[in-house]
């Protein structure tokens, strides 16, 4: 009879201010802004519906060391909520919100329990007065933790037990590395579930024992795309099974179109249309921020050159969706594509133009062949201590310089007559 239910989240970043979003409509915005709260909101939900015996917050509640009032009072109130339900709630705190920030002096529902700083303790779960689990954690003093704080985690019996722990398992290059640790040490550890928090991507980095990032519970940036939720974990006769619950209240995406076969700018406009509906159709109800890539050989690719006219398709399409709960917003397009005509690169020759083609498509969406290629080509205007204050330019610009470079060798290269329109 030894089986119970526990949700497992991290990442919260209660009060997120979104402070990117300054062009976005106010409409849309607000949607955002909100969207930290609404995604908690479910949490507690899922912990209510799941008839979770407790929650594991594995830091970074709130977004802000100095935590906003706000925040804090939206937090008790979804912990009273899970207080009548009888949910015990643990949360250790990460390296946004650290035990040194701001806190306003709240009183907290007996159901919540917070991992104290500098040593590793635990805390007893019992279900009708039967033990089931033993719970340990830590929480970050400071926002800044360079030390191994796994190797302070000692299992003191044969309970079921999880270990919180808020960390950069191996190094994730993406994130701060705080906290750091192996996976290898971490199995060795001897604990039955690892309830790890710091990492947005949510993985399971192994099964034997449980190794899991949960990811955070709402996307925050155009980078962490696609679902964000928290695992609702069973352990029945001590066999762990985790399921993942979506909780993200707005989902940001990154798309790619392929415009090959668009001929006309109306038909521009529809295929995009079109697109935006399959990625509605795919958020099933949810609100969508778009980043889309439009790639292909077309004709368009000098109108799309151009920004103005990307800025007015933007502000065209934005403003079919005002009004709309299940909008899909488009934060941005990128031009990918390349010139009609830019094939003939295959059949040019051994000289400065077949060059350019060959290395341009080779160089592709690679940032760092890019560098090089503009080291290469400019060593010596770089070099020039008059000159080189002319050559400073961002990678998009080097990009673009590259593309219109291609595009003249293109039509240097066409054979007269040869309107290639595809
Ligand atoms: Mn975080």
Not at 252 to 262: C, N
């Amino acid at each position: 009879m030894s089986s119970f239910t526990f949700v497992h989240a991290a990442d919260i970043h209660l009060d997120t201010p979104f402070t990117g979003l300054r062009r976005m409509p106010e409409a849309f915005r607000d949607v955002v802004r909100k969207s930290t709260f609404l995604a908690f909101d479910r949490l507690i939900e899922v912990c209510i519906t799941e008839k979770a015996d407790f929650l594991l917050i594995a830091g970074d509640v709130y977004d802000a060391a100095d935590r906003s009032l706000r925040a804090q009072l939206y937090f008790r109130q979804g912990m009273r909520r899970l207080h009548e339900h009888g949910v015990n709630v643990y949360v250790i705190h990460g390296n946004h919100d650290p035990d040194d920030g701001k806190q306003a002096r709240i009183t907290w529902p007996n159901n919540v329990h917070f991992f104290k700083t500098e040593q590793v303790t635990h805390m007893l779960f019992c279900k009708e007065e039967k033990e089931l689990a033993r719970i340990y954690g830590i929480s970050y003093p400071r926002a800044r933790i360079e030390e191994n704080y796994a190797s302070l985690f000692k299992r003191a019996d044969s309970l079921y037990s999880i270990a919180m722990l808020h960390t950069n398992v191996d190094a994730s290059g993406l994130h701060a590395n705080y906290a750091p640790c192996t996976k290898q040490e971490l199995i060795g550890a001897g604990f039955d579930y690892w309830a790890l928090g710091h990492v947005h991507t949510r993985a399971v980095l192994n099964k034997e024992p449980y190794i899991v990032y949960p990811g955070n519970t709402q996307g925050r940036s155009a980078v962490e795309t696609g679902e964000r939720g928290c695992y609702v974990v069973k352990v029945d006769k001590g066999t762990t099974s985790l399921a993942f619950r979506p909780l993200d209240a707005v989902r940001w995406e990154e798309a790619v179109l392929d415009i090959s076969q668009v001929s006309g700018e109306p038909q521009l406009f529809e295929a995009i249309e079109a697109h935006r509906e399959e990625i509605r159709c795919r958020a099933e109800g949810k609100p969508v921020i778009l980043r889309l890539n439009i790639q292909g050989t077309s004709s368009f690719y000098r109108v799309l050159a151009d920004n103005g006219y990307i800025s007015q398709l933007l502000q065209a399409l934005n403003e079919e969706e005002e009004g709309r709960e299940d909008f899909v917003y488009l934060a941005d397009i990128e031009n990918r594509t390349l010139a009609a005509g830019d094939r003939i690169e295959v059949a040019s020759g051994d000289d400065l133009l077949g060059d350019l083609l060959r290395q341009g498509a080779a160089i592709g969406e690679d940032s760092s062949q890019l560098q090089d290629f503009v080291h290469r080509a400019l060593s010596d205007v770089m070099e020039h201590y008059q000159l080189k204050k002319y050559v400073q330019y961002t990678e998009v610009e080097h990009r673009d310089i590259l593309k219109q470079a291609q595009e003249l060798a293109v039509t240097l290269l066409r054979p007269e007559g040869d309107s290639h329109e595809n």
